[in-house]
């Protein structure tokens, strides 16, 4: 253990002595842990007053069980195919070869992603500041819910360990454990989605079937219930979660101990693979077969068949997307967008009456799916083909390549959008021009942060530094959309009176604002694709 | 004919190439040599017109970041870096249609048989070996009939096949008067059709011979080679 010890340590200090070696990063890293600090405790400050009205803490509950799931089944399920996001390309050049017990090389391996997620924690505790406000939660009660994240990164490093300990090498047994992790979130979905078609769509049969008891009875739960009993004062609660809880991590730690392992063979591939992706990652170029596996093509799929000059890129995409997904411009993306709108419409329509019912409902989904946007608007297409040559050495106008390597990156919204407000429009009704306007709104908030994007690329470089990269990239975004958003109210409170159509009249100078702005990022930003640097 | 003149690549205060220059005129194969570290892929990344650099590159009388550079320019990475969700194939119309070629099915077709690659043209870039990526690069270089020519370390990976026909597609280069310039350091793959040498060292140029002068002066580029680089060792 002694050489992984020297590992860890050293890694540590270099982690330092580097971040002091790059001035600019270690100010954004400033930046980055004032603005947290900062906002706990503005939300601390500002959670002082005192309320008259008593506090309504069911939202609260489903939303933080939503978030344990949503974190924590996707690292369950990265574990399951094959543990594999443990080890780095170094580990398996230096490390496996090392005559050291695989066992303690996998606790190597699970503790160093441990910690990289305990940092995501630190992330969430900026949004225990603002649960404080809302729910009026005291900060104790925000502190435990920062706990309870920290715990289930544990419970589910636990799991996974015992998932990958039991299913290396089998085939078989790997399937009926994806099976079991696909079910854990099915469960409170199942039960929510009974009791409200058998009770009736409204907000208050939403909060208390989010908030049932019978939720905490899968293993996510158990955090949940242990949480929820230390802020509401169950003790029976934390008895009976913390004991399954511990029960089952000491479970985990007898299956590992006990069970023999032979996992090289498994991670290599996949640290191989991981390696491309960090690298890529580092760089600011996405390979495009991460998450991909083979497939076979008729004769009829085979070709590009349209494009010349900077539009062959366009088509490229086009046949690549094809690839991926039968429908080009629709994924997993679209889904949650459509199921955000409609809870967001679904609530709003429930809360509002009268004849601004549907203009506040495109209001409020598009300010939610818009920044929601963000979070899949990671790498598209352009900053895939930035990892080849090509895109530099195509003779053709800079402009053009970047803005045809962004097409389809910029189409994608506006389908999502136009989607999702459709089936939104069918449901609770509205104005055409509102429709119109959240799709438009939607798509440009796309361009937007394509474009900020490209301006962080132009400014940081491709092989900057990431952490700098994905900080100044988010201040952009910030800085980018606050004047449509002042024009959108400027516009909105010009009219005097609230219009029927007030999401038009808000949205379509952000719009355009949007369009305008991104348009000329896109032609100041054009020489990106002189250098490949 | 590829002219580089006063090439300097900075990273911070380190310089990767420090005021580079030279020419390779038409149907002349130049070959960059040096230890590992000593520039020459960051010179053919700038005369590829990837990277930021001072000075002045031209390919045929055209600035290298020019458009009309760009569409006389081949350029093969060091890293192969094929399109993963492309075939073999498609790579090759990618290029035609980026590159606004005409009948060039044929040529695609002669390339692809020469690389044997034939049988696997129906298989996507992440497929494929590391050795058959780099075969995808030769010809996605060449299918352009480029009129200059960059190959960095181009053997590496390759069968032995695939070597004799790219000796000899550097052959054809040559008699169709196109400019080559190969960065390698395994310099037993170039002794039989080099013109020229550059040799490189810390970022400059330590010697420029021509074949004519090494072999009349009774030397090999090897010994050349370790002349210079190891000098005073």
């Known amino acids: ?533 | 004919m590829i002219n580089v003149s006063h090439l300097t690549k900075k990273y911070g205060r380190f310089k990767a190439n420090d005021n580079l220059s030279f020419t390779v005129s038409d149907g002349e194969i130049a070959v960059l040599a040096g230890p590992n570290g000593a520039g020459k892929s960051t010179a053919i990344k700038c005369i590829a017109g990837l990277l930021r650099f001072s000075g002045e590159i031209e390919i045929c009388g055209h600035n290298n970041k020019s458009a009309d550079a760009k569409r006389i320019l081949g350029y093969i990475p060091e890293i192969p870096a094929p399109f993963e969700l492309l075939t073999v194939w498609e790579h090759m119309e990618f290029i035609a249609r980026a590159y606004r070629l005409e009948n060039w099915e044929e040529r695609a077709e002669k390339l692809i048989n020469r690389m044997e690659l034939d049988d696997k043209r129906n298989k996507f870039g992440k497929e494929l070996s590391k050795g058959m990526q780099q075969k995808i690069s030769i010809c996605c270089a060449l299918l352009i009939q480029p009129k200059a020519v960059l190959f960095d370390e181009p053997f590496v990976g390759l069968d032995p096949h695939a070597i004799k026909e790219l000796k000899a597609m550097l052959s054809e280069m040559r008699g169709n008067g196109t400019s080559v310039i190969i960065s390698t350091h395994m310099l037993e793959s170039v002794e039989e059709f080099w013109d020229k040498v550059f040799i490189m060292m810390n970022g400059r140029i330590e010697a420029e011979r021509d074949r004519k002068i090494v072999e009349q002066s009774g030397e090999n580029l090897e010994e050349l080679f370790f002349s210079i680089t190891e000098k005073g060792k």
């Open chain 1, 1 to 533: 253990m002694g050489a992984i010890f020297y590992i860890v340590r050293k890694t540590v200090k270099n982690a330092v002595i580097d971040a002091f070696r790059h001035p600019l990063m270690l100010v954004m890293y400033g930046i980055f842990f004032l603005s947290i600090i900062s906002a706990v405790l503005m939300g601390y400050a500002n959670s002082t007053a005192t309320y008259s009205v008593e506090k309504d803490t069911r939202a609260l509950y489903g939303g933080y069980l939503a978030l344990l799931h949503f974190i924590s089944i996707p690292i369950m399920l990265k574990g399951l195919s094959s543990g594999t996001s443990f080890f780095s390309m170094s580990d398996v050049n230096n490390i496996f070869v090392a005559p050291m017990s695989e066992k303690k090389i996998l606790i190597y391996g699970v503790g160093r992603q441990l910690a990289s997620m305990l940092f995501l924690a630190i992330c969430f505790s900026a949004y225990g500041g603002m649960a404080m406000n809302i729910f009026r939660l005291t900060a104790e009660d925000a502190v435990w819910l920062i706990l309870g994240i920290i715990v289930m990164f544990i419970l589910v490093q636990m799991m996974t360990l015992m998932i990958f300990c039991l299913s290396s090498g089998h085939q078989k047994r790997a399937k009926v454990m994806k099976y079991i992790i696909y079910a854990i979130p099915v469960y409170p979905l199942a039960v929510v989605g009974i009791y409200m078609f058998t009770n009736g769509m409204t907000v208050e049969n939403l909060l208390y079937a989010v908030s049932q008891p019978m939720l905490e009875y899968s293993p996510i739960g158990w955090i949940h219930g242990v949480i929820f009993g230390i802020i509401d004062g169950n003790y029976a609660n934390i008895a009976v979660y913390g004991i399954l809880l511990f029960v089952s991590l000491i479970a985990c730690i007898l299956v590992f101990v006990y069970t023999k392992l032979d996992y090289y063979e498994d991670v290599l591939g996949q640290a191989e693979s991981n390696y491309a992706f960090r690298e890529s990652l580092r760089t600011g170029n996405m390979g495009e077969s991460f998450g991909m596996s083979s497939q076979k093509l008729k004769d009829s799929n085979i070709g590009i068949k349209k494009g010349s000059g900077a539009n062959a890129i366009f088509y490229k995409h086009l046949k690549e997307g094809e690839r991926r997904s039968r429908f080009i411009f629709l994924n997993i993306s679209t889904a949650v967008l459509l199921g955000v709108a409609l809870v967001t419409g679904l609530v709003i329509d429930q809360i509002m009456d009268g004849i601004y019912r549907t203009t506040v409902i495109y209001l409020g989904t598009t300010i939610i799916c818009s920044y929601l946007q963000f979070f899949f608007s990671a790498a598209g297409d352009w900053v895939k083909e930035l990892s080849k040559p090509y895109i530099f050495l195509i003779p053709d106008s800079p402009v053009k390549k970047l803005i045809m390597a962004s097409a389809t990156s910029i189409i994608k919204p506006f389908t999502d959008g136009t989607i999702a407000y459709l089936v939104l429009a069918l449901i609770v009704g509205g104005q055409i021009p509102d429709i119109v306007t959240s799709i438009l709104v939607y798509g440009s908030f796309g361009c937007v942060y394509i474009a900020a994007n490209v301006l962080a690329q132009r400014i940081v470089g491709m092989n900057g530094n990431r952490g700098v990269f994905i900080t100044f990239y988010m201040s952009l975004i910030f800085l980018l959309m606050i004047p449509g958003i002042m024009l959108g109210l400027m516009s909105l409170s010009n009219a005097g009176e609230l219009s029927i159509i007030a999401a038009t009249m808000m949205g379509l100078p952000v719009f355009i604002w949007n369009m305008i702005i991104s348009f000329l990022i896109f032609l100041m930003c054009r020489n990106l694709l002189n250098n490949a640097e």
